[in-house]
């Protein structure tokens, strides 16, 4: 063996996994240029490696839990990745001109694909699963959640940051009777959501958050803030009040992580969400500190590890016919260690998912949790 391949198989042991073992979680090695490459790449050379075919595992979401459970990205930090992570500190990669960048790159690749990943409402984010046992059940819980714990009622006028294909604003406004605006820098998104919700009220845009100036009851934003940027954080709350009225609530849902060191994933940076940066908690009410009052702030993290397992059943699912739609075999791959390295990421407890409630000047009497 190599230098590279003695360094990588230690490393590996130290998470209880063994190159071409009998577990489902060991690593498969299809080509020994994968220890030098992965040497040479770290976590950005993992990914790739795996899109290349260089190697293969069956329960890859363990394997990727193994591996954060041992902190082993972090000991291979080859210097050529510290350049897109100090890049990302000197250039503000979310500004209003980049900010539709990410619609291009990720939703926009194919309304299809999302129409056999995801539940009947397309709903592009972690499912609610504390009384569910299906995907469709956990995304309408979710849904009915972050209702529930804005207070909404009918006749209230409601903004969606970050509407995606409109499953929240369909959902406020046939079960609650709610007006929701949706802005998203999708044009796809928008595309389709503009026609299944065409007879119902709601109004989804093609707009970036910064232009909205106009003034509602309630305003959420599901699944957007991963795209805001460190540098916009301040900016982004500012916006968002500005928009609320004095009484009204705002409901934010995002992913977070647990330090800043694994806020810039490469791998996912280059090939899944381009600017893409997750919060630490620090972050967000510092941001929010003398904007908004924190009323609530829920953590249920863990739930999205079943979602992305059942994202990836129904990929597997229907992967013939996403092979005849034109997704062929490297797309696959890359989808497939997005899903499941997600997963692995929130069974690990690295990556977290909070729901964190705001007001302006504080409910009388104080706020009452919903779970």
Same mark, same amino acid.
């Given at each position: 063996?190599?230098?590279?391949?003695?360094?990588?198989?230690?490393?590996l042991?130290?998470?209880?996994?063994?190159v071409?073992?009998?577990?489902?979680?060991?690593?498969?090695v299809?080509?020994?240029?994968?220890?030098?490459r992965?040497?040479?790449?770290?976590?950005?050379?993992?990914?790739?490696?795996?899109?290349d075919?260089?190697?293969?595992?069956?329960?890859?979401?363990?394997? /990727?839990?193994?591996?954060?459970?041992a902190?082993?990205?972090?000991?291979?930090?080859?210097?050529?990745?510290?350049?897109?992570?100090?890049?990302?500190?000197?250039?503000?990669?979310?500004?209003?001109?980049?900010?539709?960048?990410?619609?291009e790159?990720?939703?926009?690749?194919?309304?299809?694909?999302?129409?056999?990943?995801?539940?009947?409402?397309?709903?592009?984010?972690?499912?609610?699963?504390?009384?569910a046992?299906?995907?469709?059940?956990?995304?309408?819980a979710?849904?009915?959640?972050?209702?529930?714990?804005?207070?909404?009622?009918?006749?209230?006028r409601?903004l969606?940051?970050?509407?995606?294909?409109?499953?929240?604003?369909?959902?406020?406004?046939?079960?609650?009777?709610?007006?929701?605006?949706?802005?998203?820098?999708?044009?796809?998104?928008?595309?389709?959501?503009?026609?299944?919700?065409?007879?119902?009220?709601?109004?989804?845009?093609?707009?970036?958050?910064?232009?909205?100036?106009?003034?509602?009851?309630?305003?959420?934003?599901?699944?957007?803030?991963?795209?805001?940027g460190?540098?916009?954080?301040?900016?982004y709350?500012?916006?968002?009040?500005?928009?609320?009225?004095?009484?009204?609530?705002?409901?934010?849902?995002?992913?977070? &992580?647990?330090?800043?060191?694994?806020?810039?994933?490469?791998? &996912?940076?280059?090939?899944?969400?381009p600017?893409?940066?997750?919060?630490v908690?620090?972050?967000?009410?510092?941001?929010?500190s003398?904007?908004?009052?924190?009323?609530?702030?829920?953590?249920?993290?863990?739930?999205?590890?079943?979602?992305?397992?059942?994202?990836?059943?129904? /990929?597997?699912?229907?992967?013939?016919?996403?092979?005849?739609?034109?997704?062929?075999?490297?797309?696959?791959?890359?989808?497939?260690y997005?899903?499941?390295?997600?997963?692995?990421?929130?069974?690990?407890?690295?990556?977290?998912?909070?729901?964190?409630?705001?007001?302006?000047?504080?409910?009388?009497?104080?706020?009452?949790?919903?779970?």
């Amino acid at each position: 063996m190599n230098t590279a391949e003695v360094t990588i198989r230690g490393l590996l042991e130290l998470a209880g996994i063994e190159v071409n073992g009998s577990n489902a979680y060991d690593l498969q090695v299809n080509d020994p240029a994968f220890y030098r490459r992965l040497l040479s790449g770290g976590p950005l050379g993992l990914g790739e490696t795996y899109m290349d075919g260089l190697w293969d595992c069956p329960a890859l979401d363990v394997l /990727i839990c193994k591996v954060l459970r041992a902190d082993l990205e972090h000991s291979i930090s080859p210097l050529k990745l510290l350049w897109p992570m100090l890049w990302s500190k000197l250039v503000n990669l979310q500004s209003k001109r980049r900010a539709f960048n990410i619609g291009e790159h990720h939703y926009d690749i194919g309304n299809d694909l999302y129409q056999h990943m995801l539940d009947p409402r397309m709903t592009y984010t972690c499912g609610y699963w504390k009384d569910a046992d299906n995907l469709n059940d956990a995304q309408e819980a979710k849904l009915d959640l972050v209702c529930r714990k804005i207070g909404l009622q009918a006749g209230m006028r409601v903004l969606d940051i970050g509407c995606g294909w409109g499953s929240f604003a369909g959902f406020a406004a046939e079960r609650y009777g709610a007006e929701v605006v949706g802005v998203t820098v999708s044009r796809e998104q928008i595309a389709l959501g503009q026609v299944r919700y065409r007879d119902l009220n709601v109004d989804l845009r093609f707009q970036d958050y910064r232009e909205v100036r106009e003034r509602f009851d309630r305003i959420v934003s599901i699944g957007m803030f991963e795209h805001v940027g460190p540098k916009n954080y301040r900016g982004y709350m500012q916006v968002v009040e500005s928009c609320l009225v004095d009484d009204g609530l705002f409901l934010l849902h995002t992913i977070g &992580t647990n330090t800043t060191k694994t806020a810039v994933d490469p791998w &996912t940076d280059k090939y899944i969400f381009p600017g893409g940066v997750l919060p630490v908690a620090g972050q967000i009410d510092a941001a929010a500190s003398g904007v908004f009052i924190m009323e609530d702030w829920h953590n249920f993290g863990t739930h999205y590890d079943p979602t992305l397992m059942a994202w990836m059943a129904n /990929i597997d699912a229907h992967r013939d016919e996403l092979r005849r739609l034109g997704y062929d075999e490297r797309f696959y791959r890359m989808w497939r260690y997005f899903l499941l390295s997600s997963a692995g990421s929130a069974r690990a407890r690295r990556n977290q998912l909070w729901q964190i409630v705001y007001s302006k000047r504080g409910l009388d009497g104080g706020y009452e949790s919903v779970r």
